[in-house]
């Protein structure tokens, strides 16, 4: 099996398949217990919400109660088609959108993006679009609680790394370079999944995060119109060379 003959599919078309076992699993603990202490603090309370960037649909499958109505929103079909899966039987509407073009089928009290689901913002100013669309969908006095990793101010230096993952039925390779501005990382991920009849499908993406300063998404937060009631660093599971850390925000819609 050749790595060199990878087609080029967008991101989390091949990740999909190792996620949770690579990245999902590991984060979920510390961004689950970062929810539930900001839901104690803020007394916070729902009985609607959206989880955007909702990936394989795990932290949505801790949220599940009878009396909720839930939504789960992501661009990757191949993430949706786990959290199809995994969420069947629990009233968990899914639905196929951009951030930037979000429209849920309701207003919603709590809207919840994890994982650094926003680092995908390429700009300051894609990243305000997503604020203004989240804004436009969450009813007034609605909360809004997230984690991205941050920048610390200083550019990091041009670094690359290569890692090799290895797993029943898929092996990958990953390229991590820190992007040219010095301000965020660039992933080019080859991934080798085994078919049902015992043939490779290779194929290549590129993830591109960005890390934005902690004021400078603060200052986005209040011109959209969140006021940021407070922010707390998350432990464990996100390590990313030349940022300056992993960290919750809890915001309250004006
Ligand atoms: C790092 S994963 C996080 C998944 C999940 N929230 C978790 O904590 O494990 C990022 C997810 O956000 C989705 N995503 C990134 N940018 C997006 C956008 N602009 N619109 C919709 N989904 C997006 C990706 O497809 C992926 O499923």
Same mark, same amino acid.
């Given at each position: 099996?050749? !790595?060199?003959?990878?087609? &080029? ?43 955007? *960037? ?23 079909? &191949? ?20 951030? &930037?073009? @979000?429209? !849920?089928?309701?207003?919603?009290? @709590?809207?919840?993006?994890? +994982? ?8 300051? &100013?894609? @990243? ?84 934005? @300063?902690?004021?400078?998404?603060? *200052? ?9 009631? +407070? ?5 464990? *599971?996100?390590?990313?060379? *030349? ?12």
């Amino acid at each position: 099996m050749s !790595l060199a003959s990878a087609r &080029a599919v967008p991101p989390y078309h091949g990740f999909a398949r190792i996620y949770d076992a690579v990245t999902g699993d590991a984060m979920l603990p510390a961004i689950w217990r970062a929810f539930r202490r900001a839901c104690r603090h803020y007394r916070i309370r729902f009985s609607n919400a959206a989880d955007l *960037g909702c990936g394989t649909g795990a932290f949505l499958a801790c949220l599940a109660r009878a009396d909720r109505r839930l939504y789960g929103v992501d661009r990757s079909p &191949a993430m949706l088609a786990l959290a199809r899966q995994r969420l069947a039987g629990l009233g968990v509407t899914l639905l196929h959108q951009d951030l &930037a073009d @979000l429209r !849920l089928p309701e207003p919603v009290t @709590l809207i919840t993006c994890n +994982g650094a689901t926003l680092n995908y913002a390429s700009s300051l &100013a894609g @990243l305000g679009r997503i604020f203004r669309r989240v804004h436009q969908n969450t009813a007034f006095g609605g909360w809004l609680i997230f984690d991205m990793i941050l920048g610390n101010g200083r550019p990091a230096r041009n670094g690359h790394r290569v890692q090799r993952i290895s797993l029943p039925g898929t092996s990958a390779r990953w390229s991590i370079r820190i992007d040219p501005s010095g301000r965020g990382s660039v992933v080019d991920m080859t991934t080798a999944g085994l078919r049902a009849d015992g043939s490779w499908d290779v194929v290549r993406e590129t993830h591109r995060q960005r890390w934005f @300063l902690g004021d400078e998404i603060a *200052g986005l937060l209040r011109k959209q119109r969140w006021t940021v009631l +407070g922010t707390s660093k998350l432990d464990g *599971g996100v390590r990313s060379q *030349g940022s300056g850390g992993w960290q919750q925000f809890v915001a309250k819609r004006d």
